[in-house]
C-alpha cells in the first residue's frame, strides 16, 4: 500500500505531525510504501515564499492584518467568495502538486495541512483520483478551510474539535477523535533529578519553563525576571537571537536561557509550569507530559481558538498582565494541589495513541 504524508511549511506544526506520522508508520509498519511531502516544494517559487515568508511576517509584525484576514475567511456570508478565491489561487499555483496526486495515485493520503487537502479532495470529486483522504487537523479548534467534500476522514485533536467539525456540517462518522499526532519521546520515562544534573539546573527548585515557538515572540525577558527571584527559570528564545544575547549579558539569577533546543520534552519534564504559545503542537506535547500551561502571545485565529477548546475541559490559563503571570505561577508554586488536580484534567483528554490508532485507521 502507498502512503504519501503532505505537510505545508507554514508553521512549524504542520511538518511535526507530518514527521511523527511518518517515523510511526516507517517503524511500525515496514510493509508500507511511505512518502513524506512538503506539498509547497511542489508549487511555483512566488507561491511558496509568499505562504511560508508571508505567514510569518503577519504573525510577527501584522497580527492584527492577520486576524483580520482570519476572520474575514471565516464568517459564513463570505466564505463562497473567499473560499473560490482560495481555491483558484491555490489551484493556478500549484498545478505540479496536482500532476503529482494523479501520477503517483497513492491509495492513502495523509495531509496534515488544509492546503493538500483541498487539492486532493477536488481531484476525488471530480472523479481523477481514488486515493482515501485522511485530512489531520493540526488544531484544537476548526477554520472552514480545513473542510473539503471528498475527503474521507478528518482527525480530531479533541471531542471540543469534533463538535465544530459536526456545526460546520461534517458528518459525524467521517470524524475520528484520535488526537494530534506528535513524537514518542514525549512518551519516554524520565527521571527528573537526572534530567536537571544534565541541564545543569537545581533538581529542588520550582521550575517554569518559557517558551514561545521558533521566533520567540513575546515578553520572555520581562517574565523571567519578574519570576527569577522566586523561581527556577529556563527561557527558549529559539530564533531570537538578541534576545538570547540580552539574557546572556544580564546572566540573571536562576534563570538558564537556551537557543534553539531538540530536547523539549526535557526542559518540560524538569519543569513543574510551563508558559506558552497555544499553537497545537505545543499544546498535545504538553498534555502529554502533563505539564500545567499558561498560554500567552497567542496568535488571533487559530491559537486562541486552542486556548477555548482547552478552556472546556478547565485546562490553561490566559494571564493579562505580567502581573497576574506571576500571581498564578506563584500560586501554583505553593499549591502544588492545584498541579495536581491540572494533572487530572489534563489525563481525561491526552491521546499518547494518537499514530497508533491512526496506523489502524489506515489500516
Not at 488526537?179 to 521550575?207: E, N, Q
Not at 487530572?344 to 494518537?354: D, M, N, V, Y
Request: aromatic residues 8%; glycine residues 4%.
Amino acid at each position: 500500500m502507498k502512503v504519501l504524508i503532505v505537510h505545508a511549511s507554514a508553521g512549524a506544526g504542520h511538518r511535526r505531525a507530518a514527521e511523527a506520522i511518518y517515523n510511526y508508520l516507517k517503524e511500525n509498519s515496514p510493509d508500507l510504501e511511505l512518502e513524506l511531502l512538503d506539498a509547497l516544494d511542489k508549487t511555483n517559487a512566488v507561491f511558496k515564499f509568499d505562504y511560508t515568508k508571508g505567514y510569518s511576517f503577519l504573525v510577527r509584525y501584522a497580527v492584527r492584518l492577520w486576524y483580520w484576514a482570519y476572520r474575514a475567511t471565516e464568517y459564513k456570508f463570505l466564505r463562497p467568495v473567499s473560499r473560490r478565491v482560495s481555491r483558484t489561487i491555490n489551484c493556478i499555483n500549484s498545478q505540479r502538486l496536482i500532476r503529482y496526486f494523479l501520477s503517483a495515485k497513492p491509495e492513502v493520503i495523509i495531509s496534515t495541512h488544509f492546503l493538500p487537502s483541498e487539492l486532493a479532495a477536488d481531484l476525488k470529486r471530480a472523479h481523477k483520483l481514488d486515493s482515501r483522504l485522511i485530512t489531520v487537523i493540526t488544531d484544537y479548534g476548526v477554520h472552514p478551510f480545513w473542510i473539503s467534500p471528498g475527503t474521507d476522514i478528518y482527525v480530531a485533536a479533541s471531542d471540543f474539535t469534533k463538535d465544530r467539525l459536526i456545526k460546520e456540517g461534517v458528518e459525524a462518522e467521517k470524524i475520528k477523535v484520535l488526537g494530534l499526532p506528535f513524537d514518542p519521546k514525549f512518551l519516554r520515562h524520565f527521571d527528573r533529578r537526572v534530567i536537571c544534573h544534565k541541564l545543569g539546573i537545581d533538581h529542588k527548585k520550582f521550575t517554569v519553563l518559557l517558551m514561545t515557538g521558533s521566533f520567540g515572540t513575546g515578553p520572555l525577558e520581562e517574565i523571567a525576571e519578574s519570576l527569577a527571584k522566586d523561581c527556577q527559570v529556563l527561557v527558549v528564545c529559539a530564533g531570537n537571537k538578541k534576545l538570547f544575547s540580552r539574557l546572556n549579558k544580564r546572566n540573571l539569577e536562576n534563570v538558564k536561557v537556551f537557543g534553539f533546543i531538540s530536547n523539549t520534552e526535557e526542559l518540560m519534564a524538569a519543569s513543574q509550569v510551563i508558559v506558552t504559545k497555544p499553537g497545537g503542537s505545543t499544546i498535545t506535547e504538553v498534555l502529554i507530559m502533563e505539564l500545567p500551561p499558561i498560554f500567552i502571545s497567542a496568535i488571533p485565529g487559530q491559537e486562541t481558538a486552542n486556548v477555548e477548546a482547552l478552556a472546556q475541559y478547565g485546562i490553561g490559563i490566559s494571564p493579562k498582565s505580567l502581573r497576574e503571570i506571576k500571581e498564578i505561577v506563584l500560586d501554583l508554586k505553593n499549591n502544588p494541589q492545584k498541579i495536581e488536580a491540572l494533572r487530572l484534567k489534563i489525563r481525561e483528554i491526552q491521546k499518547p495513541l494518537a499514530c497508533k490508532e491512526l496506523a489502524s485507521v489506515i489500516r
